[in-house]
């Protein structure tokens, strides 16, 4: 079984301040990982994907995450973070092969940035 | 093109009743799955589907059924309503089983 730790509930920043939110991972298989955003009373957007190759992948908005294999480790950065980054932001893995079976994602408890002027 | 489109966008039940929720998938997409997100939770997956089948289904009661229609959209049925099913139910769809799922903006059911 798949399980996924968001290690902050809720991280506050400063404007054009760095920021990184942190995200563990344990699976028994390889796995894809994705970080989405979800902005008050909306759905959830994509904000980048690990599927393989690099691992470091960058994403809409300025964010990126460095895959970590040994720490089994997904985590979220950006240099410099904007009011508007203020939602939550959701830590997922899914199966890379699960015998054909689904390709359900398993999503972290979330962690909601706050960014103050 | 559009994204992925969900009906109603809110819903207020009372307990007992029953509820149906829509999902048209990007076009193209011929996965579609349903997640329930509690108030303060991560996204919880309830079903996939892939060309009409069931594909996968989480730990949830029989009172949750969906289905997928030939046009790809997809219902999602819930019996006898309790209080606890009060949630955002997401809808999500991707090209094939294993791509990247998109998601829709979701349906607020609200149980009274």
């Known amino acids: 079984a798949q399980s996924v730790t968001q290690l902050d509930s809720q991280v506050p920043v400063f404007e054009e301040a760095p920021v990184e939110l942190r995200c563990n991972y344990s699976?028994?298989?390889?796995?894809?990982l994705f970080w989405y955003v979800q902005y008050p009373n909306q759905g959830l957007q994509l904000l980048l994907k690990?599927?393989?190759?690099?691992?470091l992948v960058k994403g809409i908005n300025g964010f990126e995450a460095e895959f970590n294999k040994s720490q089994t480790s997904f985590h979220l950065r950006k240099p410099s973070v904007h009011i508007s980054d203020t939602a939550e932001y959701f830590c997922?893995?899914?199966?890379?092969?699960?015998?054909?079976?689904?390709?359900?994602?398993?999503f972290g408890k979330g962690t909601l940035l706050t960014v103050n002027p | 093109d559009a994204g992925v489109t969900q009906s109603p966008t809110h819903l207020i039940k009372t307990r007992g009743q029953q509820v149906t929720l829509r999902c048209s998938p990007i076009?193209?997409?011929?996965?579609v799955s349903w997640y329930q997100q509690v108030l303060g939770q991560g996204p919880q997956f309830i079903f996939q589907?892939?060309?009409?089948?069931?594909?996968g289904r989480g730990n949830f009661p029989d009172r949750f059924s969906a289905r997928q229609f030939p046009n790809y959209s997809s219902e999602l049925n819930v019996n006898a309503l309790l209080l606890g099913d009060s949630a955002l139910y997401l809808c999500?769809?991707?090209?094939?089983?294993?791509?990247?799922?998109?998601f829709g903006p979701g349906t607020r059911l609200t149980v009274l």
């Open positions: 999500a769809s991707s090209l094939a089983l294993t791509d990247t799922q998109y």
């Open positions: 699976s028994s298989v390889s796995v894809y």
């Open positions: 690990y599927l393989s190759g690099s691992t």
């Open positions: 997922a893995v899914s199966d890379q092969a699960s015998g054909g079976s689904n390709y359900k994602l398993t």
């Open positions: 076009s193209g997409h011929k996965s």
């Open positions: 589907y892939y060309e009409k089948e069931e594909r």
